[in-house]
Nanobody, 120 residues
Framework: QVQLVESGGGLVQPGGSLRLSCTAS????????MGWYRQAPGKERELVAT??????NYADSVKGRFTISRDNAKKTVYLAMNSLKPEDTAVYYC???????????????WGQGTQVTVSS
């Protein structure tokens, strides 16, 4: 069974930095796109950043402040967040498109979410 486990959330002051990590485990054959989404209270879940082995895509609101990267050997995706703003406060979810031996096709998986709060 495939699982995504996130870590690295927390409370940070405006202008501060955090790094989120998400590691995939289970009966994985290969991983396609990995990315981060977020959901603030009362709002819909939105894309933050996605990445393949050689491309990245960012929401306009985080361009120049957030950086997505991945370590394929560790099956891990990271999100480095700098110059954080109160409006970045949300639950951040990891997403990965994974081909597993169980399902034997590509399927999207979600992590459980990690809270990021930006406040003074």
């Amino acid at each position: 069974q495939v699982q995504l486990v996130e870590s690295g959330g927390g409370l940070v002051q405006p202008g501060g930095s955090l790094r989120l990590s998400c590691t995939a485990s289970g009966s994985i054959v290969t991983i396609g796109t990995m990315g981060w989404y977020r959901q603030a209270p009362g709002k819909e879940r939105e894309l933050v950043a996605t990445g393949t082995s050689d491309t990245t895509n960012y929401a306009d609101s985080v361009k120049g402040r957030f950086t997505i990267s991945r370590d394929n050997a560790k099956k891990t995706v990271y999100l480095a967040m700098n110059s954080l703003k109160p409006e970045d406060t949300a639950v951040y979810y990891c997403n990965a498109v994974i081909y597993s031996t169980q399902i034997q096709r590509f399927r999207g998986y979600w992590g459980q979410g990690t809270q990021v709060t930006v406040s003074s």
